[in-house]
C-alpha cells in the first residue's frame, strides 16, 4: 500500500521559512518522479514544484522560483520542500505527490500523478 505523509506545515509571518517534509512508503520511491503541489480555499490545485527521478534540477512554479527549493532524499524516500520569504498568497493545503509510473520525466500537470498525501496547512500571516 503506498503512503505520502506530509509534515511541517504551519503558521508563519511574511518573510519566513518553512520545510515541508513528504515521507513514502510502498513503492521504489528513487524511481519515481515526485512533486509538490498546493490548494488554496476556493482554488484550483496549483503546481509548485517536481523532481524527476533520475535527479536533476527541478522544476518550479513561477510564483515560488527563487523562494522555494524542492530535493529528495532517495535512501530515507523522502521529499522535500524549503520555503523562503513566505507570502500571504502561499497560504495553502501542500500535497506531495508521486508517479505510479517509474523511470519518467517530472511534470507540472497534477493528472499524471497517480500517488498523493492528505496534505499539510501552511498558513502565512502578512
Known amino acids: 500500500q503506498v503512503q505520502l505523509v506530509e509534515s511541517g506545515g504551519g503558521l508563519a509571518q511574511a518573510g519566513a521559512s518553512l520545510t515541508l517534509s513528504c515521507a513514502a512508503s510502498g513503492l521504489t520511491f528513487s524511481s519515481r518522479a515526485v512533486g509538490w503541489f498546493r490548494q488554496a480555499p476556493g482554488k484550483e490545485r496549483e503546481f509548485v514544484a517536481a523532481?524527476?527521478?533520475?535527479?536533476?534540477?527541478?522544476i518550479y512554479a513561477d510564483s515560488v522560483q527563487g523562494r522555494f527549493t524542492a530535493y529528495r532524499d532517495n535512501a530515507k524516500n523522502m521529499l522535500y520542500l524549503q520555503m523562503n520569504s513566505l507570502k500571504p498568497e502561499d497560504t495553502a493545503a501542500y500535497y506531495c505527490?508521486?508517479?505510479?509510473?517509474?523511470?519518467?520525466?517530472?511534470?507540472?500537470?497534477?493528472?499524471?500523478?497517480?500517488?498523493w498525501g492528505q496534505g499539510t496547512q501552511v498558513t502565512v500571516s502578512s
Open positions: 505527490a508521486a508517479y505510479r509510473t517509474m523511470r519518467l520525466s517530472a511534470s507540472s500537470d497534477y493528472s499524471r500523478y497517480d500517488y
Open positions: 523532481l524527476s527521478w533520475s535527479g536533476g534540477r527541478p
